[in-house]
T-cell receptor, first 113, second 114 residues
Framework: AQTVTQSQPEMSVQEAETVTLSCTYD???????LFWYKQPPSRQMILVIR??????QNATENRFSVNFQKAAKSFSLKISDSQLGDAAMYFC??????????FGKGTRLHILP | DAGVIQSPRHEVTEMGQEVTLRCKPI?????LFWYRQTMMRGLELLIY????????DSGMPEDRFSAKMPNASFSTLKIQPSEPRDSAVYFC????????????FGQGTRLTVV
């Protein structure tokens, strides 16, 4: 069975600094998709970034980028120039093609002014 | 499109009562997921549907939980009878499966069983 592990329950970063959130997953599939979601206090789940496993290039979305290491089954999220609005729970998620989407337990990110 | 619509946003009920949560997925999406979020267990997948057919209900905690999808635009999650440990936020999400797209989430229903 596929699993997603986020080993950092909480992290803090100074405003304007860079922070990296870790995620590892376990799968026997070769084709799948990975996601990072943000959940602010409003509890709305917001997609931050997605990565297709067949793509070697790491995905980027403005200040958000990933380090996708397929062989190591690692999918970390880097947030550059952290802003107060980035404070939230961040969830890593895995989906095989035409399958269910499973989530890690999340990392709560605090931004220190 | 208005996105995934869940109702109610909040529900407070007494132990032993029946609770029904409702979800309208995004039009054209062929996958629908029900998740439960708690502090202790995070986001758990309860059940998911493909083209209105339940595919995997292994996450449904007990027989007290049931889910239906009578058509492509409506799904329900029912708890009967409810218990205090069912208190959580329940999310519905939908997606297009073939493209491996992300799940689009509703606003969630906060359920409190007293």
């Amino acid at each position: 069975a596929q699993t997603v592990t986020q080993s950092q329950p909480e992290m803090s970063v100074q405003e304007a600094e860079t922070v990296t959130l870790s995620c590892t997953y376990d799968t026997s599939e070769s084709d799948y998709y990975l996601f990072w979601y943000k959940q602010p206090p409003s509890r709305q789940m917001i997609l931050v970034i997605r990565q297709e496993a067949y793509k070697q290039q790491n995905a980027t979305e403005n200040r958000f980028s990933v380090n996708f290491q397929k062989a190591a089954k690692s999918f970390s999220l880097k947030i550059s120039d952290s802003q107060l609005g980035d404070a939230a729970m961040y969830f890593c998620a895995y989906r095989r093609v035409r399958g269910k989407i499973i989530f890690g337990k999340g990392t709560r990110l605090h931004i220190l002014p | 499109d208005a996105g995934v619509i869940q109702s109610p946003r909040h529900e407070v009920t007494e132990m032993g009562q029946e609770v029904t949560l409702r979800c309208k997925p995004i039009s054209g999406h062929d996958y629908l997921f029900w998740y439960r979020q708690t502090m202790m267990r995070g986001l758990e997948l309860l059940i998911y549907f493909n083209n209105n057919v339940p595919i995997d209900d292994s996450g449904m905690p007990e027989d007290r939980f049931s889910a239906k999808m009578p058509n492509a635009s409506f799904s329900t999650l029912k708890i009967q009878p409810s218990e205090p440990r069912d208190s959580a936020v329940y999310f519905c999400a939908s997606s297009i499966g073939a493209l491996g797209t992300e799940a689009f989430f509703g606003q969630g229903t906060r359920l409190t069983v007293v």
